[in-house]
């Protein structure tokens, strides 16, 4: 898979609450920050978002937003307002005058992510995703949201794997979309996948992470000088490229350990080690203990 897709797999989108929200009138709610992903898509008229210490940002009909992990803000119907505090739910829910067609209607809800691999794979990606609607791919994310608020409204056997691939699907089209709003100050693994030669780079690493990868090597795949790649490589990922390895290696070892069905020695040839003892001490020097105490802390079986 490529490096994007890679990402997305080890998150494990699952479990998703997905609700209808219309609005009438004046009105503005408040939502405390919880370490979910979020998502909305405007299905008509138009409301305003607002998140702490930024300014209100106008969600048109059509706009898609998805935030990877979701901070407080405040939901309007005119910016500025002071939200009223509200818990998040699983039903339907209706804002300002609760008589009268509403004038206007979302869809939205949120989804689980394998925490174990989570700050560092959350830190790889755009704080905030946002599609504007002249974006085609916004009428694509729409269909996909009401699929995935169909089988959440049911009970069909295959429900969590469909809901899955769904997630999935959900994130790569968003994240993939030229229309997404990026943050141009923060690095991260979308930016060196819209960078010619490092997206080449990204994918030689995914593809064999158990090469033997030197930053030389990797500055022959860019096409650029040792000192030109590994700085430009730090400035878009915010860290080297043998240290991004290092800690795509963890994370692929974190994500088998949690599903409990390879051999020590198995992960360690997996990721790029010469021996399991040789991986149990790089572990233990990123993570402060040993693999198989993280299997057993995380849930996983005793089988690693």
């Known amino acids: 898979m490529d490096p994007l897709s890679d990402v997305i797999a080890l998150l494990r989108p699952s479990t998703a609450i997905s609700k209808p929200i219309s609005g009438r009138g004046a009105w503005a709610v408040r939502y405390a920050a919880h370490d979910a992903p979020g998502f909305t898509i405007i299905l008509r008229g138009e409301c305003w978002i607002a998140f702490d210490g930024e300014p209100p940002l106008k969600l ?30 699983d039903v339907p829910v209706r804002h300002g005058e609760q008589e009268g067609e509403a004038d206007f209607e979302a ?3 949120t989804f689980c992510i394998e925490t174990a691999n989570a ?7 755009p704080r905030m995703i946002h599609v504007r609607p ?14 995935i608020a169909e089988e959440c409204r049911g009970n069909e056997p295959g429900k969590d794997m469909i809901l899955q ?46 090469a033997d ?32 390895l290092a800690r795509w290696r963890m994370a692929l070892a974190k994500d088998a350990l949690l599903r409990g069905a390879k051999t020590l020695d198995r992960i360690a040839d997996d990721v ?18 040993p693999p198989g105490q993280f ?6 079986s005793d089988h690693a």
């Open 272 to 289: 790029g080690y010469e021996s399991a003892s040789a991986f149990s001490t790089a572990f233990r020097k990123r993570l402060g203990c």
């Open 107 to 109: 869809l939205g809800g």
């Open 213 to 244: 990868w030197t930053v030389a090597s990797l500055a022959r795949i860019a096409g650029q000088s040792r000192s030109a790649f590994a700085a430009r490589f730090g400035a878009v990922l915010s860290c080297g490229p043998i240290e991004y």
């Open 165 to 210: 691939r769904m997630l999935e699907v959900l994130l790569i089209e968003a994240l993939r979309s030229h229309g997404t709003t990026m943050d141009e100050d923060r690095a991260g693994l979308l930016h060196g996948m819209r960078d010619p030669a490092l997206a080449r780079v990204l994918a030689a690493m995914h593809a064999d992470v158990r």
């Open 295 to 300: 299997a057993r802390i995380n849930g996983s």
């Open 119 to 125: 700050p560092l794979l959350l830190a790889l990606l």
């Open 60 to 89: 048109e009909t059509g706009a898609f937003l998805l935030l990877p992990t979701t901070p407080g803000f405040t939901l309007s119907s005119h910016p500025g307002m002071a939200g009223t505090p509200r818990d998040p739910m």
């Open 134 to 147: 002249p974006e085609g791919r916004s009428v694509r994310l729409g269909r996909l949201i009401n699929l």
